[in-house]
């Protein structure tokens, strides 16, 4: 077949890949989106959508970028809505923190600052917050409740919206064909090579997720780590409100009634089958916090595999190779970080200085 060229090649059609070929787009870049599979099928279909920017959760060297991401998501999906002609669910309620220890706990760890538990202290009586959600029992242990104002989003919605404002600006798509390497020419990048083709350009970017570390000619430290979940059609629509978060379990209600119950983490290779009893254990989680959600009608249960790293932490920037830059290893945090990664990792490509720092994030943190 003939070759045609682009500016830039995105490997992998989540919702990174997705954001970022928006942005080299809107620069003025041809851009060509190669996907293995069936675009935004993988980690961000799979996805809670909670955009979690709480310091007892996100990681210090994180917080920076969980939280000008955060900021962004108004603006990144109201953008997508308009490319698309396509609604998307975004919900800024706020999130129900729950965890175990005693109720009058002053001050909780969050790294080097402590914060105190006043910053997050809730809006209102939590049984006027959460009506259904089980009272505490006087014999069990106590718990903490604290609220953090996060918003959560349909990750489904998004990725299709994602999907559908790329065409609408002309990105061009090659999908259900996986790339077999970067092919480098007189030591820069010079496009990719799948099992039926080659595509040119001098600027390609790996944000192939849990599948990055496979595709040469760098091997990054990528892992997926699997994430087994369910979906319900809640007895009342807004039977819970708020996302609620435990050690246990995590509900995400939907604006039209649904309710997301997660999530397993599992080191099982790229094994995504869903197992009914682990999904049984998670829906009895969901129905010790909310009795009521007995009533509730089970929709689909899956399982979908987060992109991990050694140390928890994302992979961004250029590699040693001209040309070749790298985004992924977003963990449990490729929906929320989805818009600053874009923005960074578009500025890093063409030669800006990007408006975060994110050296420590470079893969030669891992040695060669």
């Not at 851009?31 to 996100?58: I, Q």
């Not at 849990?210 to 990054?220: E, L, Q, R, Y």
């Not at 040693?320 to 985004?327: E, I, L």
């Amino acid at each position: 077949m003939g070759v045609k060229n682009w500016d830039a090649i995105v490997i992998g059609a989540g919702i990174v890949g997705l954001s970022l070929a928006i942005e080299l787009n809107q620069l003025g870049l041809r851009v060509l989106v190669v996907e293995k599979g069936e675009p935004g099928r993988e980690a961000s279909w799979a996805a809670g959508g909670m955009l979690a920017d709480f310091p007892l959760e996100t990681p210090p060297l994180l917080r920076e970028l969980a939280t000008a991401s955060a900021r962004m998501y108004p603006e990144f999906v109201r953008g997508l809505e308009e490319e698309s002609g396509l609604k998307i669910d975004l919900r800024s309620v706020g999130t129900l923190v729950l965890f175990h220890g005693e109720t009058g706990v002053h001050r909780v760890s969050v790294g080097p600052s402590p914060a105190t538990t006043e910053a997050y202290a809730l809006p209102g009586p939590l049984a006027e917050l959460e009506p259904a959600l089980r009272a505490p029992d006087a014999a069990a242990p106590q718990f903490t409740a604290l609220y953090a104002q996060e918003r959560c989003v349909d990750p489904r919605h998004l990725t299709s919206a994602a999907i559908a404002a790329a065409r609408h600006r002309g990105v061009d798509f090659s999908s259900g064909d996986p790339v077999l390497d970067v092919e480098v020419v007189n030591g820069k990048a010079s496009g990719v090579r799948t099992s039926k083709a080659r595509f040119a350009a001098g600027l390609v970017v790996n944000c192939a997720g849990a599948w990055a570390g496979k595709i040469p000619p760098h091997h990054f430290p990528t892992r997926p780590v699997k994430g087994q979940m369910l979906c319900v059609v809640m007895p009342e629509k807004e039977l819970v409100r708020h996302v609620i978060r435990t050690p246990d379990v995590y509900l995400i209600p939907r604006s039209d009634g649904r309710l997301v119950i997660g999530a397993t983490q599992e080191e099982a290779g790229f094994d995504k089958q869903a197992v009914p009893g682990t999904i049984q254990k998670l829906r009895q989680a969901a129905l010790n916090l909310v009795p009521k959600l007995a009533e509730a009608r089970i929709l689909e249960a899956w399982a979908g595999l987060r992109p991990g790293t050694p140390d928890g932490l994302p992979i961004l920037g250029a590699t040693p190779t001209p040309g070749c830059f790298v985004a992924t290893g977003h963990f449990r945090d490729g929906i929320l970080l989805a818009p600053v990664t874009a923005r960074l990792m578009s500025q890093i490509i063409t030669g800006q200085t990007p408006q975060i720092d994110v050296l420590k994030f470079s893969a030669s943190r891992f040695g060669s």
